[in-house]
């Protein structure tokens, strides 16, 4: 079995602020068990919830979205 993270090393894994890694467990948005009233963190269920959100590569036939929604003209 592997070692569950505590939430200050699971924001520290996730380069995310403790308070955002609370709010996300709170909201049900990341995987977290809880541990008595503890929360704890796995650590490959975090890299495989981070792989699913990850954007796909752009394509020739489908360009990368812009961040401004595609329209350039001012």
Known sequence: MER?????????????????????????????????????????ALSAWLAQQACPPATADRPAETEAGGDDAG
Do not use: C, D
Request: proline share 7%.
């Open 4 to 44: 569950l993270l505590n939430p200050s090393e699971a924001a520290s894994l996730l380069a995310i602020k403790l308070s955002t890694l609370y709010t996300w467990a709170a909201r049900h948005q990341i995987p977290v068990q809880k541990v008595g009233r503890a929360l704890r963190f796995s650590p490959s």
